[in-house]
């Protein structure tokens, strides 16, 4: 879709993106995501890339995501500092021979503190026990975007 110009890019997030750095977990969509283009009213009334993957077959909608060889697609506008720094700074890695932008490990884990479901916060010690990432350029990042609190809270968490 990027190379056909019908997303200027994306970095695959979520628990997909998440499978690049620590053990599999149970998921139900792939997250993507996506810088939204800018409009001179400054509305866009369609997601970028449906169009295109409706003219390739795909119209099944499955709880807001298009639904692409059986995977619910959910393209997610990047909505704040944190997602655009992930979204910019994603890494090319291979999945089945095929490059595909992953966000990195340290992305991933400040961007679900930010979200801070307990689902997010069993994920951030799996990725943390699993040493998946770089606890110095995590905490960098943490700073960087105002979680401080958010971190310190988790780790009291998870330290009791």
Do not use: C
Not at 10 to 23: M, P, T
Request: aromatic share 10%.
């Amino acid at each position: 879709m990027a190379t056909d110009g019908a997303i200027e890019n994306y970095a695959i997030a979520g628990a997909i993106g998440a499978i690049f750095y620590v053990e599999p977990f149970a998921t139900q969509d792939i997250d993507v995501l996506i810088v939204m283009p800018e409009t001179d009213r400054g509305l866009v009334t369609e997601m970028p890339g449906w169009d295109y993957l409706r003219r390739r077959g795909y119209s099944e909608i499955r709880n807001g995501a298009i639904v692409v060889e059986g995977w619910p697609l959910q393209f997610i506008p990047v909505s704040n500092a944190l997602e655009k720094e992930a979204y910019l700074n994603a890494e090319v890695l291979a999945f089945e021979e095929i490059p595909v932008r992953i966000v990195l490990a340290e992305h991933l884990v400040a961007i679900m503190l930010n979200v801070g479901r307990p689902k997010d916060f069993a994920r951030i010690q799996m990725f943390l026990s699993q040493d998946a990432v770089d606890l110095q350029s995590l905490l960098d990042i943490v700073k960087r975007h105002g979680l401080t609190e958010k971190w310190e809270a988790f780790q009291a968490g998870f330290s009791s």
